[in-house]
Each structure stands twice: as C-alpha cells, then as structure tokens.
C-alpha cells in the first residue's frame, strides 16, 4: 500500500475543537440545534475543525429507533444546516445514516465546504456485555484515509478503536491525523482509579498515536441513556504519545487544541516506524490465516 501525501495543509498549524456534548436520545430536532450551538462556540475559539462524538446527532441507545432516526445522504435536506455551517468550518459528525437498499450504518460524516466529503461507516459493532450493536446495524467494510484541505485524514468510530489493524491501515494509508467518535461508557467507579474505562481509552489513544505516528484526537460524549452513563474525558495526543488536551470527565465542553505539522516530521524522523512497516509480509502471512480454518493452525516452527 503506498502512502500518498496530503493535498493541502501541509504546513503550519491546525486547530481542533472536540464537542464533548450530551445528546438527546432519538430527537434529531434538539440535536441539530445543539450542533449548530457548540460549531458556533468552535468557530469563536478560532477552530478549523469541531468533531462530535458517535451518534452525535441521534443518541447511541437507539436500538427499535434506528430506522426511525435514520437519514438517507442522497437527500441531505434534514442535515441541510449543518451542510451550510461547514462553509464556515470542517464538521466530523455522527449519525445512523440509511442507504438506498435500506441498510443501516453507524456512520461518521466528515463536512466541509458545504458538502460531504467523506463517509466512515462503522466496521466493528461490539455484541458484548451491554452491547448489541450487530442487532441493529449493517457493519461497514473499508478504512480509508482521504484528503482534505487541513490534511490527509482518517476516521474511526468507537469499537473500531480497539483493532489495532484499522489505526495501522489508515496511517499506511497517509493518514496524519486519526479522528476518534465515541460513545465509551463508564464501567464503574473504584476508589483508587476513579472512572473504571476511562484510562482505557486514553492508553489507546496514547499507544496508538506513538505506534503509528500521527495525531489522534478521541471525541467522547457525556450523559445518561437507559441507564448507560458516558463519562466524557474526550483528549488529543501527538504522534509521539504525548498528551495535548484533555477534557473533564462527566461534563460537557469543548477542547480546543493545535496541532502542529512539524510534530509528525520530527516523530516520522526519530522513529521510521510507518516507513519499516512490512506490508507485503503482512499481507500474506494475513492471506495465509485466512486459507487455513482456526482449528487446524499450527505453530511454526523456528
């Protein structure tokens, strides 16, 4: 896979905000306006780019709504104010987005310029514990980085943040900056770590962005639905692990943070890990995994 350079922004410094925001569970009518409120605040604080967390416009507990809330992007009427706000700003958003054939995808929509510029369809839904997101939706099947005018950019929602395969596919792709949505919930409160979850989640962000060299920013949401908390704690890391900005837990908020392209050209110089990285190898020891049944897997020997 060869790795393209951006088109543009290459140079100097972006601007991120995160919208750390609460939805309101099924009500795309009070959520668009909570968009609109916080892109306005990110636009103030001088951002080029606000991203929103998963399912931002639609609540994540859904489950019997999601065709109810669904939104078909061949008629981009219902998301029409937030085509015309991204004029003024790129907008990462998330939403149950429903295709001509009637599937329905957790999808992430990247705004720019008053059109969608790209689409990220969620590829790993969790069945797991308090989560039956296979039920419900269609799981998508491509990571792509794309360009855009702030840099080459790659997107990834929730569960697909737990494969590593996706953060490496898309910084093989070119991509210099890794966009997290999330609806990450709270497992607990223990005495000593505080929120049970929420270190998981920076670690992630932290080792991924240090292993693939690039910037990761995580965008996580707050609030309660069906008796799921959301415990916030949205961040920014650099591409050599360290942390930039940090959001509150619990609450919302927007961080505001720069991201300096210099940053990846130093870590890329001191640690060639992208450059190393052996595709062909990989590819066909993956093939090779993919012929033989789980069962019959044996241990080569040395």
């Not at 939104?71 to 104010?81: F, K, Q």
């Not at 995580?218 to 799921?228: H, K, S």
């Not at 050209?265 to 450059?275: D, E, F, I, K, S």
Request: proline share 5%.
């Amino acid at each position: 896979m060869r790795r393209r350079r951006p088109a543009n922004g290459t140079s100097g410094r972006l601007r991120v905000a995160l919208a750390q925001v609460e939805p309101v569970l099924g009500d795309l009518a009070a959520n668009l306006p909570m968009h609109l409120s916080w892109t306005r605040k990110a636009i103030a604080s001088g951002a080029d780019m606000v991203i929103f967390p998963e399912l931002s416009l639609t609540g994540y507990m859904l489950q019997d709504l999601v065709s109810e809330v669904a939104i078909a992007l061949t008629d981009s009427g219902p998301i029409r104010p937030l085509l015309n706000m991204s004029r003024r700003i790129a907008m990462v958003v998330g939403l149950v987005e429903e295709t001509p054939g009637h599937r329905y995808y957790n999808s992430a929509l990247f705004l720019d310029g008053g059109r969608i510029r790209h689409v990220h369809r969620k590829v790993y839904l969790p069945t797991y514990g308090m989560f039956d997101e296979g039920r419900y939706f269609a799981a998508g099947d491509r990571l792509e980085a794309f360009d855009t005018r702030l840099g080459r950019i790659g997107l990834l929602i929730c569960e697909d943040f737990w494969h590593p395969s996706a953060a490496l596919i898309l910084a093989q792709d070119g991509a210099d900056y890794l966009l997290v949505l999330s609806a990450g919930p709270t497992e607990g409160i223990d005495r000593r770590r505080g929120i049970i979850g929420h270190s998981i989640w920076r670690d992630l962000a932290k080792v991924t962005a240090q292993m693939q060299t690039l910037y990761v920013a995580y965008a996580n949401r707050v609030g309660f639905e069906d008796g799921i908390h959301f415990s916030g704690g949205s961040c920014v890391f650099n591409p050599f692990g360290e942390p930039l900005a940090e959001a509150g837990l619990l609450d919302e908020g927007l961080v505001l943070c720069d991201l300096e392209r210099s940053a990846l050209r130093r870590a890329r110089t001191m640690y060639p890990l992208l450059r190393d990285e052996r595709l062909p190898v990989l590819a066909r020891e993956v093939q090779r995994l993919l012929t033989v049944p789980a069962a019959g897997r044996t241990r080569r020997s040395a």
